[in-house]
């Protein structure tokens, strides 16, 4: 197995709302705001070559939103998916599975693509991985995530037909070496990808453990539907984390692209910061 990292781009979003109670004083020393009260963030994907499989982990926001949420999102940075991509040597077309953690906008953006006045994948050649529980939980938003599920990123997964759904059961094998968490706090039923790589258990914590600002365990974002399942989740799985030296891939943290934690006598503290590349 080889991964890489998939650089997309990075945009803002407000830090209230990514911090939830905790008070401004507190969270923006590690993640300080703009004169809007708005934080950078990452969408920082992950690319696994594993036999002839080409497996990307999320996709970005894309390059198809209108202007009015654009103007919401304050998009900038150099990267976007296709020149990460490149930049390792692969194209759109190369890709064999796009393993979708949840279909928020700004993790399935980038699956689908405007072409002439249609909606068609992004990657024609590959299979998109939801599950049954979170693809109905999207298609039939509550009125508080509904702005998050863009039917634009969603339908026409399935009108291509290259729709296929994981079995909703923790610890999920997708692959040898691959296997899928499932955690319920930030919206039903999101997929954890957890690899074996090069001695280290690698899991890309989506948007259960959205950068290092959010360690502690009160640091639960207002976005999530179900902050005390959050709460429950991200408890047990870092102390997990810290007990089998897990290396926890970042999807949102504009800084810091990979991490460990230990266990101290104050709890779960952030222990060390390093590029996947580092491994």
């Known amino acids: 197995m080889i991964l890489h990292t998939i650089e997309t781009g990075l945009f803002k979003l407000d830090g209230g709302a990514m911090f939830g109670v905790v008070p401004k004083s507190i ?10 009260n708005m934080c950078t963030w990452a969408m920082r994907c992950l690319l ?6 080409l497996i990307l982990i999320d996709t970005g926001i894309g390059n198809k ?5 654009l103007s919401h999102l304050y998009l900038h940075g150099d990267d976007t998916l296709e020149k990460s991509l490149a930049a390792k040597g692969f194209s759109t077309d190369d890709i064999t599975d796009v393993f979708l953690t949840h279909l928020h906008f700004d993790h399935v953006g980038g699956a689908i693509m405007r072409q002439g006045d249609q909606l068609v994948p992004a990657f024609k050649n590959a299979a998109y991985w939801s599950n049954e529980k979170h693809w109905d939980w999207a298609v039939h938003p509550n009125v508080r995530e509904k702005p998050s599920f863009l039917s634009e990123n969603i339908l026409p997964l399935q009108e291509s037909g290259q729709l296929k759904f994981i079995e909703t059961r923790q610890q999920t ?6 296997n899928v968490r499932f ?4 919206t039903d039923a999101m997929m954890l ?3 074996k790589y090069k001695g280290h258990t690698v899991v890309y914590a989506a948007d259960l453990l959205p950068s290092t600002g959010h360690i502690p365990l009160p640091y639960v974002m207002a976005y999530d539907m179900f902050p005390l399942q959050t709460l429950k989740e991200k408890k047990e799985f870092l102390e997990e984390a810290a007990a089998g030296e897990y290396v926890l891939y970042l999807e949102h ?12 006598e104050k709890g779960i503290k952030l222990k060390n910061i390093f590029k996947l590349s580092d491994l």
């Open 27 to 36: 969270w923006q020393k590690t993640n300080p705001a703009d004169a809007n």
């Open 193 to 195: 990808p957890q690899l």
């Open 65 to 69: 939103l209108g202007e009015k949420m």
């Open 183 to 186: 955690a319920f706090g930030h």
């Open 173 to 178: 094998e997708f692959l040898p070496d691959f």
């Open 253 to 264: 943290d504009a800084l810091n692209e990979c991490c460990t934690v230990q266990q101290t």
């Open 48 to 53: 696994v070559e594993e036999g002839n499989r």
